[in-house]
């Protein structure tokens, strides 16, 4: 029997895809496992690549993009039917796992037999800590939390929709117990066999994004625990892993969709109001910032400016009941 069974989704991002392998191979010299590699109609020679030189992978090819949950559902429905894993992995094709990481996952779950899974910090090749890597639940409260700075200033007091990180690491810096959290990102994200048999599939109506937040929302309420380990850090190198031109407001679209399914109008109106009201002040406050010569720049004003235009006007995505 496998202790692991990794799953990678991989759509054009053969360089990055390499690397992720080889620290998977070098990360799992210890560990029983098996990877899968699903790629969704790559055209730049992934496939080939991942057959040439890592042959011991399991490769599937989809014979056309399709999407992010669909693609990863493909291994897990696998990994299911022959029940010779005890935990699962997913991982996206643009990470690096460090030395150990793997292990020290594996080994969280070991000892931790009420932990549903696990995940670690995401960050940037330089060290920063990225966003969007979990949180509590879509709600007009997270929301608030969230678009208002309150979590970054209280994080263990205020639960906001993505929890930041930097602010929890320093929060827990002498804690080895993890922290519980409602929803993980799905760009590393462990768990237990017993638990995916329970708690089903990706939902394949999120094309990409919010698949991992209704995953977290399903095992929450069946009262399975996620936890966040912030001394384990993997690299992601966010966004390189998809394709899109311009600013990304994809996953805004998406989130409020999912918020309008399935906490009901009324939130969804008072979740998008904060957010309108959030982007609106960090305009303010970046703005600021340039002009004393301080502060993210002009780059970043400028998606902070789509993403307020969104919220006022965008469209939402169409999911079927």
């Known amino acids: 029997m496998n202790k692991l069974g990794i799953v990678i989704v991989n759509r054009n991002?053969?360089?990055?895809?390499?690397?992720?392998?080889?620290s998977v191979r070098a990360g799992t010299a210890s560990l029983s496992s098996e990877v899968i590699v699903v790629d969704n109609a790559s055209s730049d020679g992934s496939p080939d690549m991942v057959r040439?030189?890592?042959?011991?992978?399991?490769?599937?090819?989809?014979?056309?993009?399709?999407?992010?949950?669909?693609?990863?559902?493909?291994?897990?429905?696998?990994?299911?039917?022959?029940?010779?894993?005890?935990?699962?992995?997913?991982?996206?094709?643009?990470?690096?796992?460090?030395?150990?990481?793997?292990?020290?996952?594996?080994?969280?779950?070991?000892?931790?037999?009420?932990?549903?899974g696990a995940a670690p910090a995401l960050v940037f090749p330089d060290g920063r800590f990225q966003s969007g890597t979990g949180g509590s639940l879509p709600s007009a409260l997270s929301g608030l939390y969230y678009f208002f700075f309150l979590s970054k200033l209280l994080p263990k007091h205020f639960r906001g929709l993505f929890f930041d990180q930097a602010a929890l690491a320093r929060a827990s810096k002498?804690?080895?117990?993890?922290?519980?959290?409602?929803?993980?990102?799905?760009?590393?994200?462990?768990?237990?066999l017993e638990v995916l048999e329970k708690t089903g599939l990706l939902d394949e109506r999120y094309f990409f994004y919010a698949e991992d937040i209704d995953w977290g929302r399903r095992m929450t309420q069946a009262g399975r625990r996620l936890f966040y380990l912030p001394w384990i850090r993997v690299v992601h190198h966010q966004g390189s892993s998809y394709e899109l031109s311009g600013v990304n407001t994809l996953?805004?679209?998406?989130?409020?969709?999912?918020?309008r399914k399935e906490t009901g109008p009324g939130q969804y109106i008072l979740f998008r109001l904060f957010s309108i009201l959030g982007f609106s002040l960090r305009m303010a406050l970046y703005s600021l910032a340039l002009v004393f010569?301080?502060?993210?720049?002009?780059?970043?004003i400028r998606e902070i400016t789509c993403f307020l235009i969104f919220s006022l006007w965008g469209r939402l995505e169409q999911i079927s009941p």
């Open 13 to 22: 991002a053969k360089a990055l895809l390499r690397d992720c392998l080889r």
């Open 52 to 116: 040439g030189e890592f042959p011991n992978a399991v490769l599937i090819r989809a014979d056309a993009n399709l999407g992010f949950a669909a693609a990863n559902n493909i291994a897990l429905r696998r990994i299911l039917e022959r029940g010779e894993s005890e935990y699962v992995l997913l991982l996206n094709s643009d990470t690096v796992v460090p030395s150990g990481g793997l292990e020290a996952l594996a080994g969280y779950l070991d000892s931790h037999p009420g932990a549903a």
């Open 174 to 192: 002498d804690s080895f117990d993890g922290i519980p959290v409602e929803w993980l990102s799905g760009a590393c994200l462990m768990l237990r």
């Open 251 to 259: 996953w805004l679209r998406t989130l409020y969709t999912y918020v």
């Open 293 to 300: 010569g301080n502060g993210p720049g002009r780059k970043k």
